[in-house]
């Protein structure tokens, strides 16, 4: 007699063998999940039932193999579902738990100055859906790239957004010029150079995504730069466990309010977790930077001493990715990740850059889709 399917605790789980590994599931767990279409739409896939329709003493009566699916019944509904051992081998959660606080997942590979990302062809991506979902790709796992060929015609930026999402409209418009300007509501409106940054931490949520195209760059300096904040959390942690827990736990502050009607404030950390230590977001922008006030006094020094190595990991060279946008360039970042910085604007000529903001899941969401449906069109 086969050991597997074998039913546990009276029921109230089971234990299947799935890709040769043992994985037990709960009864209510599996019968939460179950695909069938009293269950679940099968149009929408949205659930039908609440769980309070599911009794709370539900029980396995009888598991087994009918083909290529686990046929279980469930007491005391007397109710048979068919399960998809694929769809249950991708949703294991009988296994190891997740390591150090500030680990991340199999779709993120963090960089440093080694990276080279190819610039993908804007017609190529408006054009041919494997080269759209190549360039997403590369987004959700550098938070980083880079497109060539774009039209330099204003609002271009908002269209490239339009690919896979919608642009999200702040106080800085649908979409922003970056250029010098004689009352700059932002330093980024000047010729000044900026720290390696995250846009808008002041908001909250601060946008996931930022588009920024140049339009004209015939200035020296004006060089972009990028570094992975997920590569500069994990150096922190391997350096300082403690100052990685500091900027974890601790929240900072930040404002802008440099136009009238506006006062916008965010308390937030520098490397945000997750409930189950996943890292999150670093948020990171030292123009932006309010007065913190949410780190108890014996913390303080160690929280900006913390801080400070942070601040020279943003800046060290062997971390960053320096380039200069061309007119026709255009790069998105994770703003929850990637910072990016630029050098000073020196010398005479002119520069233009057209930004917008837009929402990291609606990116995801467009690639995951993409993904799914195969690349035939
Ligand atoms: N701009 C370019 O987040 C920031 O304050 C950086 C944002 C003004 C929309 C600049
Ligand atoms: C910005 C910014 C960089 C640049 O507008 O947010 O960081 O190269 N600009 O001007
Ligand atoms: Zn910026």
Redesign the pocket.
């Known amino acids: 007699m086969d050991a597997f399917p074998r039913l546990l605790e009276d029921g109230a789980a089971i234990e299947l063998l799935l890709g040769g590994t043992p994985r037990r599931f709960h009864a209510m767990w599996l019968r939460d999940n179950a695909q069938d279409p009293q269950t679940r739409s099968p149009g929408n896939g949205q659930k039908l039932i609440t769980l309070l329709e599911i009794p709370s003493d539900t029980r396995i009566a009888e598991a087994g193999w009918s083909g290529e699916s686990l046929a279980v019944r469930f007491e005391p509904e007397g109710k048979v579902i068919e399960f998809d051992p694929d769809w249950l081998l991708a949703r294991a959660y009988d296994k190891a738990p997740p390591p150090a606080a500030g680990w991340t997942g199999d779709a993120v590979t963090r960089w440093d100055s080694g990276l080279s990302l190819p610039a993908e062809d804007y017609s190529a991506v408006v054009a041919d859906k494997t080269a759209r979902l190549r360039w997403l790709e590369q987004v959700r796992r550098y938070g980083f790239a880079r497109l060539s060929g774009v039209p330099t015609a204003p609002g271009t930026v908002t269209e490239v957004a339009g690919l896979f999402g919608y642009v999200r409209e702040t106080n800085y418009g649908r979409l922003f010029d ?1 250029r010098a300007e004689v009352n700059p509501s932002n330093l ?1 409106y000047t010729n000044l150079g ?1 720290q390696a ?1 995250t ?1 808008n931490p002041y908001r909250d949520p601060a946008p996931g995504l ?1 588009l ?1 195209a140049c339009l004209e760059n015939g200035v020296e300096g ?1 060089e ?1 730069v990028v570094v992975d904040g997920f590569t500069v959390a994990e150096r922190l942690r391997v350096e300082s466990p403690e100052g990685f827990d500091l900027l974890s736990r601790h929240c900072a502050r930040f404002e802008y309010s440099g136009t009238a009607g506006v006062r916008l404030r965010a308390k937030r950390p520098l490397i945000e977790l997750g409930a189950d230590g996943e890292l999150i977001a670093i948020r990171f922008n030292n123009r932006s930077a309010a007065a913190f006030t949410d780190i108890p006094y014996d913390r303080m020094a160690a929280y900006y001493a913390a801080y400070r190595r942070m601040a020279e990991l943003v800046e060290e060279p062997s971390l960053a990715v320096t380039f200069k ?1 061309a007119p026709g360039d255009l790069f998105i970042v994770d703003n929850l990740r990637v910072l ?1 910085a ?1 050098t000073a604007i020196t010398g005479s000529g002119s520069r233009w ?1 057209q ?1 917008c903001y837009a929402d990291r899941d609606g990116l995801l969401s467009a690639l995951a889709a993409g993904e799914e449906e195969g690349t035939d069109q």
């Open positions: 970056v980024a900026l940054h846009d930022q920024l004006g972009s946008l990016h630029r850059l930004g």
